[in-house]
């Protein structure tokens, strides 16, 4: 069974440049969840999808969105990129309401922004 | 408000036994995880606690109090390939993941 793959795994943008970051979850997964991990703050909430739907958002400007389609593949975009967006960005993929629910996290997308 | 506390460093000896607090505040809970990060790898899931008490896995144990708010990882006869980073992280009613900031756990020999 493959693990939660996401695309690409480094990449190099200058400040006022946008991203995109693609994640697409363990099959049969419904939920897709989005972290921030920085070396001061630790794993931040993003967002989460399921079935399409965003159902919750973390406490980040407007400059972040996503969205996920109906293969349960999910992407974020951040616009207008800041020096304090270099970060690592993990998707997290689960299965919720069997067993215990645990996210089941992708390699990551190594984002510096220059 | 939600925070999460856990040390933020801690250093052991292999063959030792350590243990890592966290205790937290959180809107709603629904279950408390704690997950183990190699450096430049990702987190990969040890332990489940939504009642209070102990859960054994092997070489790891989990305990919760949800009237304290705390919650411990325990990891036995400490290995060299323990040295990583464990994240405490509570599921709140919305199904939200809320991490701590991690605890960095060295093995020595």
């Known amino acids: 069974k493959a693990g939660v793959t996401q695309t690409p795994r480094y990449l190099i943008k200058t400040r006022g440049q946008q991203v995109t970051l693609s994640c697409s979850p363990i099959?049969?997964?419904?939920?897709v969840s989005w972290y921030q991990q920085t070396p001061g703050q630790g794993l931040q909430f993003l967002f989460e999808?399921?079935?399409?739907?965003?159902?919750n958002k973390g406490n980040f400007p407007g400059r972040f969105s996503g969205r996920q389609f109906s293969n349960s593949r999910s992407e974020m975009n951040v616009s207008t990129l800041e020096l304090g967006d270099s970060a690592l960005y993990l998707c997290a993929s689960s299965l919720e309401w069997e067993n215990t629910g645990e996210l089941f996290f992708g390699e990551g997308s190594r984002l510096t922004v220059l | 408000g939600q925070n999460i506390d856990q040390p933020t460093e801690m250093t052991a000896t292999e063959g030792a036994i350590v243990q890592i607090n966290c205790t937290y505040q959180?809107?709603?809970?629904?279950?408390l995880f704690w997950y183990q990060q190699h450096a430049g790898e990702a987190p990969t899931f040890l332990s489940y606690n939504v009642l209070d008490g102990l859960e054994e896995k092997g070489r790891f144990s989990s305990f919760l109090s949800r009237s304290k708010g705390y919650s411990y990882l325990l990891l036995k006869e400490l290995q060299m390939k323990d040295s990583a980073s464990y994240l405490c992280a509570v599921r709140d009613y919305g199904q939200n993941f809320v991490f701590g900031p991690g605890t960095r756990l060295s093995v020595l020999p």
């Open positions: 999808y399921f079935s399409e739907t965003q159902r």
């Open positions: 099959s049969g997964h419904r939920s």
């Open positions: 959180t809107s709603g809970f629904n279950g």
